[in-house]
């Protein structure tokens, strides 16, 4: 018994839903429902199957009972359909249950009578949405026996949709990737800022929002991130050139709109494709600095690494301003004294480049803060 031929606006929304799943993973129960309407399905499940490890296949989510899937954990090594088409497997392909195994012998396997039968399940459809080493996963419905095989228009829709399958797959993986970034930065008090490919803020957490909201940007949500300071939006500008021409990470120093050294931030490419007009393609994390305690990092300085009083100044004023000249201004002292005083604390500090001497010190406030 066959389904009817979806019309191009039913289609349009079944590829709306599958979409709008790929960030919000809980709309993957709904997709699956609207997709068993359209095709005569009354249950859909993602499973993950592990072809070296049997016992390691499960069923990952989708419309089916708690005791469902615990049984599936326990015969998943059994699924005779995925034993018979396993030369057939590969992202993207289509497989049709009949195609592999007879009714006959599906009736008489383990697999049928300890878990399918229970699901009112003889037909089944699979899409492998990923299959790599040995693992797959794949997106399933199945039909009653009252309905019958799936035809050939029903199956010429999953193989129309399953590039759809996949891409949505890939996507969700992806966010998934991201949300755990998200959160490890947050727990290391990180700011994170996702912005798209004109270089506007389209995402990130809380600690890119504080970031943003003490002055060292000047911009919000879905609009483009301008640096609060000159110094900033030098570098900025430079960094952003640069990607453009090379994906290698570009580091920069983000000064707060008084000119004070706040952070330093990383910027990497993260999507090389636009999903949609706000979708990521640059991540960057930024690292605030502690405010020292100038006495205690002071004396840190001096005891561990035999700098006077007016070298440590100079290393403190350094980490503050960011710049040499800035820096002697600050204690009151010429550049070109700054520039040879610098050259004693580096040879001092085991350090060649002033930009080492900076994280030196960062490391030094955190410890003593």
Known sequence: MGMPVISDSQYDALLASLYA???????IPAFIRELGELTGSHIGTYMREDFANPNESALLTGGIEPEE???YS??????IWMQRSLSSIRTGVVLNSDEHVSMRELLSSRYYNDFLRHMDVQHSVGVCLSFQ??????LTVGRAASLGAFDDESLQLFKRLAPHFVNTFALQMQFEHLNAQVAQVTRQKRGMFLLDSQWRWVGGNPVAEQAVAAG???GKLMSRLEPAHPLTR??????????????????????????????FASVHVYGATAVSEHSPCYVMFVRPLHSPDSEAVNAQLMQIFGLTTSEAALALALRKHGDTAHAATAIGITESSARTRLQVVLEKTATRRQADLLLLI???VETVA
């Open 74 to 79: 326990e015969l998943g090594g059994e699924n």
């Open 216 to 218: 060292w940007w000047r």
């Open 234 to 263: 030098e570098a900025w500008q430079s960094m952003q050139r640069k990607l453009q021409t090379s994906p290698a990470q570009q580091v920069m120093a983000i000064h707060d709109k008084h000119g004070v050294l706040a952070a």
């Open 69 to 71: 899937v615990m049984r």
């Open 362 to 364: 960062d490391a030094l």
């Open 21 to 27: 799943s790929a960030t919000d993973t809980t709309l």
């Open 133 to 138: 080493q040995q693992r797959a996963v794949f």
